[in-house]
């Protein structure tokens, strides 16, 4: 497995490998567990190679948020990556990917309205900046991105397309432990206490998507979020926002013949969660969504 610092090392290991070869890229901000390993076990099966990104993204940062002290294991990322057979890790600096004077971004306008939109100023447009970056390093064919992060995962589906880059944007199904709670690298903040309360998201999600799909009406969907949200500020939640939307375009209101995504975020103690929940879909291939992984080797 090769670690790669500086742009350079990464164009020249993209041109060392045989021209036909089918690159798999799995861009993430290290604190790597079992949801990361899912997508790379995901890109291993679909591709000759497999990239992994580990970067700290400082734009998709707000100043108020969590940057300085995210979560950093780059030790046991590597072991993680070697046991997915990872062939390349490229994991640069800030001051790599981010020169002094650098002045350029990347926006999508619609998709990154809605749901985290309004409550992480900036943070889409530091998402896509950074991945279009990455993309143009290392050149995938395809490049996989989980549904926990779902209107990520729309967003840069989205701008690749808009922007006519030759990846596919993959998604895949959101990894999580025994007790549903979606696996994240944030999960590590959560003292004993909060992480008793933490699967209370995804029960909530679970129960809207459920409610949805027996009665398909707006108006019974209204009084289970107001429901829901109750439940969730009852245990001690700071819902920033509990809503259904249409999928994949995040529009409302709900239309009965729409597949509908109910995404949370919350925040428990100091620490922000995230979670969504996807009704049935007729052909997840049709958006780009892969089936679920094969169980991962690695734990946590
Ligand atoms: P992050 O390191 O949090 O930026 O995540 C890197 C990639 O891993 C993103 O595409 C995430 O959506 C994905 N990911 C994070 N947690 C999970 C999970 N529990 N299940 C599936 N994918 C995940």
Not at 138 to 162: C, H, N, T, W, Y
Not at 172 to 197: F, H, I
Not at 258 to 268: E, H, K, N, Q
Request: glycine share 6%; with cysteine.
């Amino acid at each position: 497995m090769k670690l790669l610092r500086t742009e350079a090392e990464c164009r020249s290991w993209r041109d060392s490998l045989p021209e036909k070869s089918k690159l798999c890229f799995v861009p993430t901000m290290g604190a790597l567990h079992a949801g990361h390993a899912a997508l790379l076990r995901r890109a291993r099966a679909r591709g000759d190679a497999t990239a992994l990104s580990i970067f700290v993204n400082p734009l998709q940062f707000g100043p108020n948020e969590d940057f300085a002290r995210y979560p950093k294991a780059f030790e046991k990322d590597l072991e993680i990556a070697r046991a997915e057979r990872v062939d390349a890790v490229f994991a640069p600096s800030v001051e790599t990917l981010y020169p002094t004077g650098f002045s350029t971004t990347v926006e999508e306008s619609a998709l990154s309205l809605p749901f985290c939109g309004p409550f992480r100023p900036g943070h889409f447009r530091g998402v896509c900046t950074v991945v279009l970056k990455l993309f143009h390093l290392i050149e995938p064919q395809e490049s996989l991105f989980g549904l926990k992060d779902a209107q990520q995962f729309l967003v840069l589906r989205k701008m690749a397309r808009d922007l006519s880059l030759p990846t596919e944007v993959l998604g895949v199904p959101t990894v999580r432990e025994a007790d549903g709670l979606a696996m994240s690298s944030r999960n590590a903040y959560l003292s004993p206490v909060e992480r008793s309360k933490a699967p209370l998201l995804n029960g909530s999600l679970l129960r809207l998507k459920m409610a949805w799909e027996k009665t398909k009406s707006a108006e019974e969907m209204g009084r289970s979020l107001k429901r829901e949200r109750e439940v969730l500020e009852d245990a001690g939640f700071q819902i920033e926002y509990l809503e259904g939307r249409t999928f994949p375009m995040l529009g409302a209101p709900l239309q009965a013949r729409d597949p509908v995504i109910f995404a949370v975020a919350a925040r428990l103690g100091s620490t922000r969660l995230i979670d969504n929940e996807i009704t049935e879909l007729a052909d997840p291939h049709a958006y780009g969504i892969l089936e679920a992984s094969p169980s991962s080797s690695v734990q946590g």
